[in-house]
């Protein structure tokens, strides 16, 4: 019995060996082309990773450089360093130089600077969250002008439950209807910051005082009465 075992394995063996021989016979050709192509596919991945890692690199030192030229007050030098890197740079350094550069630009003229933030805002290509972000800092930028109304919507909007950035929208609400005497409107927000189990310690810190002033409702300036007249000097004879 253990003869016959052992002449069915190695008949089983010499099937296999014939089957693979033959496999190869036929097909060895595109089998050595699978492989040159899985070994160039793994050499260009490499290769791909390498480069990407010497352009963020790069885009990073050129980063910095923009951002050094920008706290050094060479705000000329600095917009082009922001737009080199905004054309040439990989994606993400480009986006941040897009951000930054927006920044920079709303220190110098808030008009133009909110402009900058809306065209991000509508770059489809970008993040929602992002988006959101360039929202929020254009309506920031704008809610003390002549767009206060439009600012005041895209804020509302933000403020909306489980925004990524309705804490920072409902406090400005807040200090905006506080700071138009709206002591109603104003608590409304502060108390939706409140009722957030996820606000920020910091801003519920804030919101106390906030919360104060709107307790203590519009300041009354009662006049004072008139001094009464000093009497006339005694007359002398």
Known sequence: MAENNEFIREVNEDYRRDQVAEIWRRYSGVIIALAVLVVAG????RYWQH?????????????????????????????????????????????????RSATETAKRDPKAGAAEYDALANDTKISTGLRDLARLRSALLRVDGTDADAALATLQGLAAPNGPFRHTAREMLG???????????????????NADPQTPQNLRQRIEVYAALVAGGPVTVTAAAPAAPAAPPPVTR
Do not use: H, T
Not at 42 to 45: A, D, E, I, K, S
Not at 175 to 193: S, Y
């Open 42 to 45: 793994v050499g260009g991945w």
């Open 51 to 99: 480069d990407q890692g010497v352009r963020a690199q790069a885009a990073s030192e050129r980063f910095e450089v923009a951002n050094r030229l920008a706290r050094e007050g060479k705000s000329a030098e600095a917009d082009k360093a922001f737009e080199a890197i905004e054309a040439e740079a990989p994606a993400g350094y480009a986006l941040l130089a897009r951000f």
């Open 175 to 193: 200090l905006v209807a506080l700071k138009r005497g709206d002591f109603e409107g104003a608590g409304r927000w502060f108390d939706q910051i």
